[in-house]
C-alpha cells in the first residue's frame, strides 16, 4: 500500500475541537492533525487503555471496504488487518443444528470481525503520538453555547465544571450526542429517534480447551428464526461473541423468559447446537444488559461554519448491515476529500457539502440496517432465498459491470449507499423475474432464462453503479 | 343544552398537577376537578388576565365540532359561541381578485374564527372560580425529576428556584413541552419533530371606518398561489387575522423578499385584490416574526401511571386543518370518557388505553394537516377541484349515511381522525372514477355516471363510518 499523502500544513491553522474519542473522533482528529490542524478532542469517559475497561473481550465489529478504506488514510489498516478475523461467508444453523452456507462475496472477499476496544485503543495511541492532537478524558459536556461558542464541562475526576471556548467543533460524541442536543434546539432542526421493538443481549460462545474455534472461525454465524435470530463473530481467542436479538415483548421475548429453567428451555428448543458452547448462558442472561436498538435521523448537521455532527451523532443505525462503523468512517474520508477539494480555509463550503452529499447515505444505510434485519433473521432460512443468492452469484460473474449484489455494493465497493439502495431495490424487481423460471441452479442455464438474462443485462443499462 | 354531569367526588381524590394553563392545560384542569379531583395548575408565563399580553386582536382559531363538545363538557360552549364568528364557507381569491366559492358543510354547517386569547382567559376564569384548581403563573420547568417525581421550578417573578413533589402530573404545555423532554430520555423513546419548509407570517387588514368587514364577514378566505397561499380570518372588531404561508428559501420566499418595495411589488403581483387592505404592510412584514411549522409525533404517551402527555406535547400539528386545538381539546373529551368507563382510580389502565387509543388519531391528523395544507395552497385553485367538491357535495346528499365528505368527517363529526383518514383515501380512489365520466356540474345526472353512482355506493358498503 502506498504511504498515505497529506497537503502541507497551512501556515497558521486554527484550532480544531473534537467531542468524543470514540472510533469516529480518534479517526476524525487524525484526518484533521495530518492536514496540519492542531486538535483538541475532548472524550467523557475515562481513557480507556489506562482502565482497561473495553479491554480483553469487548463487543466486535465486522469492518469492510468503507472502513478499510478510512484507516488506509492514515496509515493503520494493516495493523488492523493483522487482529482482525476474515468472515467469508454466514454459516446459518437450522433448529436442527444444520448449516448451510452463503458466501458474502467472490474471490476471497470478506467482512473481519475486529475488537471495538482494541481498534480504538489502536486509534487513540497514534493520536496521542501526534503532537498536533491533545486528548483530554473525563470531560463532561454539560451544555454548549452555539451562540458564545463556548463549551460547559465538568471535569469528572475533580468534579470541577469549568468552560472552554471553540472554533471549530466536530461532534463526533455518538447516538446520544450532548453536541447534537444543542443544534436540536435551534429553530428548523429536523430530528428523530426510533426504536425498534428488538432489544439484544450479548452471550459468550466459549473456546475449546486449547484456544480453538468451537465452531467455523472464519464465518458469520447465523441462527434465523423468523421473528428473532441469534448471530456470533469470532475471537482472537477462540471465543465468539454471540447476540440475541429478540422482541421487548410477546410469547417469544425477553419480558417472556424469567427464570433460568425458561432460557434454558428456550435455547435447548430453538438454539440446541449453541447450547452447549454456552456454559454461563443463564447467569450472563440475567447478568448482561438488555439493549435497545435506535435509528437517528437529523438535519442540519451543521450550525453555520462552526459546528458538524459525524458518525452515529448523525446517523446512529441499528447494527444488522455491520455498517454503523463503516458509515462514520467513509464520514472521514469524505470530510477530508471536501478538504483537499475545496482547502482547509473554505468551512462554510465544506460543511454545507459534507451535509448534503452525505445526508441521503446516510437515510439509505439506515433503512438498509433495517432491510438487513429481515433478511437476517427471515429470509436466510429460506432455500429459495439461498437459491437466489446462488443465481444472484452466478449473474454477477457472468455479468461483470451489469450485476454487483447489493451486498457487495454496500460492503465491499465505495458507491454511495443510496445509490446502492436504489440499485438493490431495481435488481430486486429483476431477481424476482429471473426465479420465476429457476426451481434449482441448473435451470440457470436453460436457454430461456440465459436469453432473459442477455435481454435484462447485457442489452440495457448496467444494474450497478 | 343539558347540563353538563358528573360523577360524585370521590371521597378523598388525590390531587394533581397540570403542566401548562394553555387551552388544552386549562380545560383538561376543569374536567378534573369536576370529577371531584383538587388540581394544581402551573404554568410558565404570566397571567395572560394581568398582563393583557394576549388581549385585543390576538391570534384567531378555527373552532369545529370536536372542540366544542369538550367545551360543552365544561358548560362554556354558548359564551364561547357568542364571541365567534361562523366560516360557513371558502372564499378563493385568484391572482385577478375573482372570487370564488367553497362550502364547508351542508345546512349551515359552519367553523367559528375565536380568539385564542379570549378562549384561553375564558377557561382560565372558569378555572379560577372552581375551588379545587389552583392557579400557578411565572413558573418555569427547569427539570423533571421521574423516578423522584419531583418538578425543579424556576420562579420568574422573584427568580427562586423551587422543587414541588407531585402525584400525578398532565403534560400540556405545548409543542417544546418540558414535560415531554424528560419522557425522551427514557429508554426506547420514539420521538420525531419536523419541520415544513414553509414559514408563516401575520399580517392584519383592517376593518371599515365604521368597524365594517371589508371582505365577506363569515367566510374563511384563501389566495391560493400554487406553492403558497395567504388566507384570512374575521375578527369582531371588522378587522381580519391574515396569514402568509411562504417557503423560507427559493425565488418566491421569505429570503428573497428584502426590502419595502419588494414586499409591495410582490403583494400587487399576486395578492393585488389585497393590497390596499393592507395599510402597514411593509411595516407589519418586517417586525412580525416569520415563524416555523413542526410536526411533533412521540411514543409514549404515558410514563408509568404518574405522567401523561395531552394536546400539543405529545401531537404538534401543522395549522391547515384548523384541528390543532379541536385535537387537544379531543384529549380532554376521551380522558374524561375513559375516567368515566373505568373509574377515576384506574389511572394505570385510564393512561395506558388512552395514548393507545388517541396515537393512531393523532397520527393521521398529523397526515391530514400536512394534506389540507396542498389543498388550500394550489388545488381550490383548480376549477376540476371545485367541480369534484360540488360533486361530492352531492353524493352527501343524494347518499346519506354512504358518504359523509373527508372534511366534513373532520371538522363537523366525532369519528376518529384515523377511520376518517382511511376513509378519505377510499372516496379519493372513487372520486377518481366517478369524474372520469364529469366534465360539468349537470354531467352528475347523467343515466351511466348515476348507474355508477348506485353501483359502487348504494349497493356496497358505506364509504363513511
Not at 156 to 178: K, V, W
Not at 414 to 420: F, M
Amino acid at each position: 500500500m502506498p504511504a498515505p499523502q497529506f497537503p502541507t500544513p497551512p501556515a497558521a491553522a486554527e484550532p480544531l475541537t473534537v467531542m468524543g474519542a470514540g472510533l469516529v473522533g480518534s479517526l476524525l482528529s487524525l484526518y484533521l492533525a495530518r492536514r496540519g490542524h492542531s486538535v483538541q478532542v475532548i472524550e467523557r469517559r475515562a481513557d480507556p487503555r489506562r482502565t482497561g475497561v473495553q479491554e480483553g473481550r469487548s463487543i466486535n465489529l465486522a469492518l469492510s471496504d468503507r472502513g478499510w478504506r478510512a484507516l488506509e488514510g492514515v496509515g493503520i489498516a494493516d495493523d488492523i488487518r493483522r487482529v482482525g478475523i476474515p468472515m467469508y461467508r454466514r454459516v446459518i444453523h437450522d433448529a436442527q443444528g444444520q448449516l448451510s452456507f452463503q458466501p458474502y462475496g467472490q474471490n476471497g472477499q470478506a467482512i473481519y470481525s475486529v475488537s471495538r476496544g482494541g481498534l480504538n485503543q489502536a486509534l487513540l495511541d497514534l493520536a496521542e503520538a501526534d503532537e498536533r492532537i491533545s486528548l483530554r478524558f473525563q470531560q463532561q459536556c454539560r451544555h454548549l453555547d452555539l451562540e458564545q461558542r463556548r463549551l460547559h464541562l465538568l471535569d469528572t475526576a475533580t468534579q470541577q465544571p469549568h468552560d472552554e471556548p471553540y472554533t471549530r467543533l466536530f461532534g463526533t460524541d455518538g447516538a446520544f450526542s450532548a453536541v447534537r442536543a444543542a443544534l436540536q434546539k435551534t429553530d428548523r432542526y429536523d430530528y428523530s429517534q426510533h426504536y425498534l421493538e428488538y432489544g439484544y443481549k450479548e452471550l459468550n460462545i466459549e473456546g475449546g480447551p486449547n484456544g480453538e474455534w468451537l465452531l467455523e472461525k472464519e464465518a458469520l454465524h447465523i441462527w434465523p428464526r423468523g421473528e428473532f435470530m441469534m448471530i456470533a463473530l469470532p475471537n482472537l481467542d477462540g471465543s465468539f461473541n454471540c447476540t440475541l436479538y429478540f422482541p421487548f415483548e410477546g410469547s417469544n421475548s425477553f419480558a417472556a423468559l424469567e427464570t433460568p429453567q425458561q432460557v434454558t428451555d428456550f435455547f435447548q428448543r430453538v438454539f440446541p447446537d449453541v447450547l452447549p458452547l454456552l456454559p454461563d448462558l443463564t447467569g450472563e442472561f440475567f447478568r448482561n444488559p438488555t439493549s435497545s436498538l435506535v435509528t437517528v435521523r437529523c438535519f442540519p448537521w451543521a450550525y453555520r461554519d462552526e459546528v458538524l455532527l459525524l458518525g452515529d451523532a448523525s446517523h446512529a443505525i441499528v447494527p444488522f448491515y455491520g455498517q454503523g462503523m463503516n458509515a462514520g468512517f467513509e464520514d472521514c474520508t469524505v470530510l477530508n476529500q471536501l478538504l483537499d477539494e475545496h482547502g482547509d480555509a473554505a468551512w462554510p463550503l465544506v460543511f454545507n457539502e459534507f451535509q448534503t452529499r452525505r445526508k441521503p447515505n446516510a437515510d439509505a444505510m439506515a433503512d438498509l440496517a433495517v432491510y438487513n434485519f429481515t433478511e437476517m433473521r427471515d429470509r436466510v432460512a429460506d432455500p429459495r432465498f439461498l437459491l437466489q443468492k446462488k443465481i444472484e452469484g452466478k449473474i454477477a460473474q457472468q455479468f461483470p459491470g451489469h450485476w454487483t449484489p447489493l451486498y457487495s455494493q454496500v460492503t465491499f465497493s465505495h458507491t454511495p449507499y443510496a445509490e446502492a439502495w436504489a440499485n438493490g431495490q431495481r435488481q430486486d424487481q429483476l431477481m424476482a423475474e429471473f426465479m420465476a423460471h429457476i426451481q434449482t441452479e441448473a435451470d440457470y442455464e436453460r436457454p430461456e432464462v440465459q436469453a432473459l438474462l442477455r435481454e435484462k443485462l447485457a442489452g440495457g443499462a448496467p444494474a450497478t453503479a
